[in-house]
């Protein structure tokens, strides 16, 4: 079993910066891929970032791409999300989730809880 606790967030003006936090634990924590999800009001879950256990893979969405930046941390249980030219549409409930493979499909094992980000002037 694998928990995912997420941190940051908030609301911010277009261009201007987030970094979003996902901690993982559990015993059978190892060799897994992460990855950041956001679903808009209306919309499906897309998928935003994703990075392999051993962080040589790392995928973007093609609308955050040059703009976001996703890296592990230390001990691979920490995944980050730092955002930057933050802009409206990008507002959205941000998700991090593991699984085995890295995909861009929405079938990933575990999520987190889910961390609001807001773009507005």
């Known amino acids: 079993q694998v928990q995912l606790e997420q941190s940051g967030g908030g609301l911010v003006q277009p261009g201007g910066s987030l970094r979003l936090s996902c901690a993982a634990s559990?015993?059978?924590?190892?060799?897994?891929?992460m990855a950041w999800f956001r679903q808009a009001p209306g919309k499906e879950r897309e998928f935003v970032a994703g990075?392999?256990?051993?962080?040589?893979?790392?995928d973007y969405a093609d609308s955050v791409r040059g703009r976001f930046t996703i890296s592990r941390g230390h001990g691979k249980k920490t995944v980050y999300l730092q955002m930057n030219s933050l802009k409206p549409e990008d507002t959205a409930v941000y998700y991090c989730?593991?699984?085995?493979?890295?995909?861009?499909?929405?079938?990933?094992?575990?999520w987190g809880q889910g961390t609001q980000v807001t773009v507005s002037s």
């Open positions: 989730a593991v699984d085995q493979t890295l995909s861009r499909r929405a079938g990933y094992d575990y």
């Open positions: 559990g015993r059978s924590f190892s060799n897994v891929a």
């Open positions: 990075i392999s256990w051993s962080g040589a893979i790392i």
